[in-house]
């Protein structure tokens, strides 16, 4: 690659970086200035410290282009899996809770119950979005590619949003596939629940 246009996308890409964190960075071609050179990079200091690829990964793009907050990615766990990309950002929702137990006990004259928290349950993780084939014709494709991952049932998911919230596998319940106006469009909703990793240790 011409060195100079690496550079130039380089920068671009470091730019889209800073504008999805709240900064902005000024034109490459500005650092060509000598007088330019004391330039506070504070504020993107980070960013440039960035591999290639950790960049690009950041700046995820979908299949129009469109830089992409929360991309999502899901896996299959067996050796030589790929990993596929969402193609269009989809719509992630998760609702957590914890499990209480009430119990009525004779208090006195004091109200209410006594609540014992047993443990937190698991997320339970709606997916929403929409699949298009920019060929004009339908995106049989990428509906397979999700029907194999709905019907394998537990899927490695990568998601900045499901990272936060310690969550890097799902057990998928149930999809739905529904009636979608145009003949090149496909909406989908997936419904899963968070699974950690368990280690059970058995002793004699």
């Given at each position: 690659?011409?060195?100079?246009?690496?550079?130039?996308?380089?920068?671009?890409?470091?730019?889209?970086?800073?504008?999805?964190?709240?900064?902005?960075?000024?034109?490459?071609?500005?650092?060509?200035?000598?007088?330019?050179?004391?330039?506070?990079?504070?504020?993107y200091s980070q960013i440039q410290q960035m591999s290639d690829k950790e960049l690009?990964?950041?700046?995820?793009?979908?299949?129009?282009?469109?830089?992409?907050?929360?991309?999502?990615?899901?896996?299959?766990?067996?050796?030589?899996?790929?990993?596929?990309?969402?193609?269009?950002?989809?719509?992630?929702?998760?609702?957590?809770?914890?499990?209480?137990?009430?119990?009525?006990?004779?208090?006195?004259?004091?109200?209410?119950?006594?609540?014992?928290?047993?443990?937190?349950?698991?997320?339970?993780?709606?997916?929403?979005?929409?699949?298009?084939?920019?060929?004009?014709?339908?995106?049989?494709?990428?509906v397979s590619k999700l029907r194999s991952f709905c019907e394998a049932g537990r899927v490695i998911a990568?998601?900045?949003?499901?990272?936060?919230?310690?969550?890097?596998?799902?057990?998928?319940?149930?999809?739905?596939?529904?009636?979608?106006?145009?003949?090149?469009?496909?909406?989908?909703?997936?419904?899963?629940?968070?699974?950690?990793?368990?280690?059970?240790?058995?002793?004699?």
């Amino acid at each position: 690659m011409n060195p100079t246009v690496k550079t130039a996308t380089r920068f671009v890409l470091e730019n889209t970086a800073l504008r999805l964190f709240g900064g902005k960075i000024p034109p490459y071609w500005l650092f060509r200035k000598t007088e330019l050179a004391n330039v506070d990079s504070e504020e993107y200091s980070q960013i440039q410290q960035m591999s290639d690829k950790e960049l690009e990964d950041t700046i995820r793009t979908n299949a129009l282009g469109v830089p992409m907050q929360m991309p999502l990615r899901f896996k299959l766990e067996e050796a030589g899996a790929e990993e596929w990309f969402f193609p269009l950002e989809p719509m992630i929702s998760l609702t957590g809770q914890n499990i209480i137990v009430r119990r009525q006990v004779n208090k006195g004259k004091v109200k209410g119950s006594i609540k014992e928290r047993w443990s937190q349950d698991d997320y339970s993780v709606t997916i929403q979005g929409i699949l298009i084939g920019f060929d004009g014709k339908y995106p049989e494709a990428d509906v397979s590619k999700l029907r194999s991952f709905c019907e394998a049932g537990r899927v490695i998911a990568i998601n900045p949003l499901l990272e936060i919230f310690g969550i890097s596998h799902l057990v998928i319940e149930s999809w739905d596939i529904p009636h979608t106006v145009g003949t090149t469009n496909q909406n989908y909703t997936i419904k899963a629940y968070s699974d950690d990793i368990y280690k059970l240790l058995l002793t004699k």
